[in-house]
């Protein structure tokens, strides 16, 4: 095994979020340094890197220049080129590798790779034309939903299609581009497993975190899940088999649905730190970041004990609606922080932020970080 990349290093994130932001934040503790590159500038990464480089995915050039500069990469934006990475990798270790971003990055080579591999996946087909779509929503049946192959998150590029009569405008919404098509679950509940791997291929997961989503995003995680611990074990050694299957090095969440059956299907995966794993910053004894950190330097994995029970909850750009939210009432709760990722513009939907609460019992911690996101925003009727 190579040696390990120390302190004093220097890691190259591939995006500029807030997922980099953390990481880098992460990475500055422990003394090493860290460039970002990404199309834009003045980013949530870029305020907080030793370096900013602005330049397209595709300038292959500028992605040599970068990785020449730095002692590994990483990256924190999943939909980065297949080239992007191979030109990285000319120079430096790319970690996960960039045929896990392949694999990762395109649902429908995700999901077939999953169902080869024998994980329980929500029952889908590749719709590549209309008349495709309405041959899958006879053998799916309805309510399904479509969603587009690439480029997808946040419930961007998803249609649900209540009847066969919606097969032609659900089509369209997407764009007619390459699909799949999904059965709908009437799920019981969404839990994810964030967990990492090591260079030398040792294993760490978070245990089972439960997730309530509002308008396809992420809205509230908590943890630890009251999932029956038969049920939790699967779902962990279920990520534990994606993980080695696709040899990652560094951190992938697996999402889930618990079907009203009691049993679990891989809905997605997202190859690097996730947003339910925001809460293990605050109640964890390595944060799902720091754990990404050392899984790309070639380190020992750290302790993913929880501390506190927690929940978290994303604050969204739709709380900016009625001007600045009022972040000294949130700090009124002494066991609740506050993450905001220096993003001027605060659009509906955007992920702006988020509030982690710590408490006796993950329920108590998930009333109180929404409690404590209440009180961010004047009630609406008093504002004229
Ligand atoms: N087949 C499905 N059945 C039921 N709900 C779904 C299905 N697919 C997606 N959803 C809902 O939409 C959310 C976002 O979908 P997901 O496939 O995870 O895409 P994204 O990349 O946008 O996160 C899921 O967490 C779930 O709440
Ligand atoms: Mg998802």
Redesign the pocket.
Known sequence: MSDPILPGATIGVLGSGQLGRMLALAARRMGYRIHTFSPEAETPTGQVADLEVVADYADLEAVRAFARGVDVVTFEFENVLSATAQAAAEYVPVRPAGAVLHTTQH?LREKTFLARAGFPV?PFQPIRSLADLHQALQSLGTPA?L?TAGF???????VKIAAPAEANSAWQAIGGQEALL??????ER?VSVVAARGLDGAFAHYGVIE?A?RN?I?DVSLAPSALPPALAAEAVEVARGILDALNVVGVLCV?F?VTRAGTLLV??LAPRPHNSGHLTIDACVTSQFEQQLRAVCGLPLGSTEQLRPAAMANLLGDLWQAGEPDWAAASAFPTVKLHLYGKQQARAGRKMGHLTALAASAVEAAQMVRVAREALTPATEVSS
Do not use: I, M
């Open positions: 649902r929500t939903v969603k997808g998150y946040d419930g961007k590029g998803q999904e059965a709908f679950v009437d799920f969404e997730n989503h396809h992420l999402e649905f809905n997605e």
